[in-house]
């Protein structure tokens, strides 16, 4: 009976260190459907690193940017692994806020996309590694194009998306013309209206750093929108935003959509779409300038420096954005499934290119963004869809608010532009960018 008891008490002391021994790491990420699949996924490597438990923190866009930021900024240390994206990458690998990425040859760094690659780096080194890339581009129902008798361009202008939208419009059989984001938030609303005030030849702010929301390009663009939508958009498009036209566009309610890339591969599916066999793609459309049109963006695994687990969160970052976890996804759920955007190889791969008929335009999209010259005028900040100062967030917050207010009908858009040039302007006051 001694015997036993001493054998028990070993027993669960053997257990307790084993728990003990396993560390924990805390992965902060979007909601998006490479990431939930990457939850599934993560078996695999919980499996081959037995001593490595995950725990996930699944959120909503704006709720995850707004949870990072704080933990980042206060040195919480909630988070052993962070999903950022191009925005946050520089700025706080500047500030020392991020672990420098390290790689070894198997993870070949030299295969990511330099576009990626170069968004996600400060002075040659990586703070952060992509998990999937992604511009934006035009996607549209090439059937209910060619019941109206019209040819999509490969590149459009916004004029023949107005055009298309009103002649394919149908809302009484539950189809719209076109669905654009409009719920508030930087990288909601903001991200997608950043770009097509770039193609109408407006800026975030002039080389004085001044912003120039109330200049004509902007109030040209955002009537042009605020338009659009009220004529041949979905009721409510002031609360979508990606999650919520991508359901409507899978039921078959979006006649156009413009967006992210990454939605390419989830309306081609016939397993999610019910217009899976119907869907077509083009670049995103210009108006007075191409400069800007599409945006660039990846969802990125970052290093908090403060986590106590760099070398257990460095060997999962590594895993989760590997060449072999591409090949994971491919085996599990199909070629058309894999996380797209951050890869040469993935682009070279035959299978990939078959199941994916999206691959070519949503390339040339990527490889055509250029964060160092997006505007038409020039600008002294680097981004596409946003600017990259630790300020922009604030001031996309505001006026992103704003718009979807103007598109609710609830003010007018000069009104709204007036009052987000007001917010901007003390945000840069304050900050100290001019008196």
């Not at 591409?326 to 499934?337: E, P, R, S, Y």
């Not at 010259?373 to 992103?400: H, M, N, R, W």
Request: glycine content about 8%; aromatic content about 10%.
């Amino acid at each position: 009976m001694k015997f036993k008891l001493t054998a028990l008490v070993a027993a669960s002391l053997l257990a307790t260190g084993m728990a003990q021994a396993a560390t924990e790491l805390v992965i902060a990420t979007v909601n998006n459907g490479h990431m939930i699949e990457m939850q599934k996924l993560s078996k695999n490597f919980e499996q081959a690193n037995p001593d490595i438990k995950l725990k996930w923190v699944t959120l909503e866009e704006g709720t995850l940017r707004q949870r990072v930021t704080t933990d980042i900024a206060t040195k919480g240390g909630q988070f052993d692994v962070m999903t950022i994206g191009m925005y946050e990458t520089p700025i706080w690998g500047k500030k020392g806020w991020l672990q420098e990425i390290k790689t070894d040859a198997a993870y070949d760094a030299d295969d990511l996309l330099p576009a990626m690659r170069n968004g996600l780096s400060v002075d040659g080194k990586m703070f952060a590694v992509p998990f999937y890339g992604e511009s934006s581009m035009l996607m549209y129902r090439k059937d209910l194009a060619d019941k109206a008798g019209v040819k999509v361009a490969d590149h459009p202008t916004w004029t023949d998306i107005k055009d298309l939208a009103s002649k394919i419009h149908d809302p009484k059989n539950g189809v719209y013309g076109i669905c654009l984001r409009g719920k508030p938030g930087w990288g909601d609303n903001m991200a997608f209206l950043s770009t097509l005030v770039n193609t109408f030849g407006g800026q975030w702010f002039d080389m004085g750093w001044k912003p120039q929301l109330e200049s004509k390009p902007w109030k040209d663009a955002i009537n042009f929108y605020v338009d659009l939508l009220k004529s041949y958009g979905p009721p409510g498009s002031s609360a979508n935003s990606f999650n919520e036209i991508l359901a409507l566009y899978n039921e078959g309610k979006c006649g156009m959509w413009i967006d992210a890339t990454i939605a390419a591969s989830f309306i081609s599916d016939p397993k999610q779409s019910k217009v899976a066999d119907k869907v077509a793609f083009a670049q995103a459309p210009t108006m007075v300038t191409a400069k800007g049109a599409n945006w660039l963006w990846a969802w990125s695994l970052a290093i908090p420096s403060g986590s106590k687990k760099i070398d257990a969160a460095q060997k999962f970052v590594n895993w989760a954005t590997s060449k072999d976890y591409i090949q994971l996804v491919a085996k599990t759920n199909g070629w058309a499934a894999v996380p797209t955007g951050t890869r040469k190889s993935t682009y070279a791969n035959p299978e990939f290119q078959k199941a994916a008929k999206f691959a070519a335009a949503e390339k040339v999209a990527i490889d055509s963004a250029n964060p160092n010259d997006s505007t038409l005028p020039k600008s002294p900040y680097v981004g596409v869809q946003f600017a990259a100062i630790p300020e922009f967030q604030a001031i996309g917050v505001s006026v992103g608010q704003q718009m979807s207010a103007a598109l609710a009908g609830k003010t007018t858009v000069d009104a709204a532009l007036k009052a987000g040039q007001i917010a901007a302007d003390r945000e840069m006051r304050k900050a100290g960018y001019y008196k």
